[in-house]
């Protein structure tokens, strides 16, 4: 096909765009959660990160990841994917995460949430 067949051929199908039906996609109800806690990142957490993606992000991280990895990953959510929140939420945010997630979390899991496989690692 030649390179001007070619641009009437794409013209052709941008122009019948406009008089195509619209879709109406229903995405499934959201199972994942954060496990609730007391500590003041919690809520920020919910309200921050469940705008862009799954609780299960947090949850397939290793669970052995230290307060730096969760600084890294809090961090490079705001830059550069551009994660609208104050820089005041990061310290509380990586606080829950770590030590609901990570590295420093308690030894006993009494609500049965380890990540993946929901044993204690």
């Not at 961090?75 to 420093?104: R, S």
Request: hydrophobic letters at 35%; glycine letters at 4%.
């Amino acid at each position: 096909m030649t390179p001007s067949k070619c641009l009437a051929v794409f013209c052709l199908a941008l122009a019948t765009l406009d008089n195509a039906p619209a879709q109406d996609i229903r995405l499934p109800q959201e199972t994942a959660r954060y496990t609730p806690s007391e500590l003041p990142g919690y809520p920020l957490v919910e309200r921050n990160c469940l705008i862009c993606h799954s609780a299960h992000y947090v949850q397939y991280q290793p669970p052995s990841s230290p307060r730096e990895y969760w600084d890294k990953i809090v961090k490079k959510m705001k830059h550069p994917f551009g994660a609208f929140f104050p820089d005041e939420d990061i310290a509380p945010m990586v606080d829950y995460l770590v030590k609901t997630y990570g590295a420093e979390r308690a030894r006993q899991d009494p609500q049965g949430v380890w990540p993946k496989t929901g044993q204690n690692p």
